[in-house]
């Protein structure tokens, strides 16, 4: 079950990221080639389970309508067990609107590093479900969203209700 979840994510983010990668144009006009795509911020709860420092890129499909993939990083470090924990969080978001987005997406959170002193399963799925503000012409990008946590075991699948606020910049 752990397997299959994690193909299926990981082949829909594959393919995704190559079908709008290839319909970028370098032979834009000046005002789409001056579109901001590039979003690094700071979130609180969300997919990196207590924090997370992301980056993602933004794939314009229409005027009203845009592609982001992009991924975050959580470190933890425990002084009192002295453990360490990296988790990368790859994701996939559309958005819907203008200047302010309907944010719908989903992703992974994958532990990189581990110490197994949390016992936690290996998968953790999430959902994305919020509210985006991110400019055309850059700068201050804010998101905030219900992120729902779906743990994946050997022997069931359960969900946890979750959210998560960030900050950040466009460029």
């Known amino acids: 079950m752990r397997k299959k979840f994690f193909i299926f ?5 594959v393919s995704a990221a190559n079908t709008y990668a290839m319909s970028e144009n370098s032979d834009l006009p000046k005002a ?7 979003s ?31 991924s ?7 002084e009192y067990y002295n453990r360490h924990r990296l988790w990368a969080s790859p994701q996939i978001n559309y958005l819907i609107g203008e200047k302010k987005f309907l ?3 989903i992703g992974l959170t994958i532990p990189v590093i581990t110490d197994n002193y949390i016992n936690m399963p290996p998968l953790i799925g999430f959902y994305r479900l919020g509210f985006r503000y991110q400019r055309e012409d850059g700068g ?5 969203g219900l ?3 779906c743990l ?20």
């Open 72 to 78: 975050g990083l959580t470190y933890i470090f425990s």
């Open 152 to 171: 994946v075991s050997e022997s069931r699948l359960s969900i946890a209700p979750w959210a998560g606020i960030s900050i950040g910049w466009t460029f």
């Open 103 to 105: 944010e719908v997406g």
């Open 40 to 70: 690094a911020y700071l979130e609180l709860g969300g997919n990196g389970i207590l924090y997370s420092i992301g980056y993602d890129r933004l794939y314009k499909i229409t005027n009203y309508s845009k592609l982001t993939l992009g």
């Open 140 to 144: 201050l990008q804010f998101r905030i």
């Open 32 to 38: 789409e080639s001056d579109y901001k795509k590039n």
């Open 9 to 13: 994510l990981i082949s829909i983010m």
């Open 147 to 149: 992120t729902p946590i």
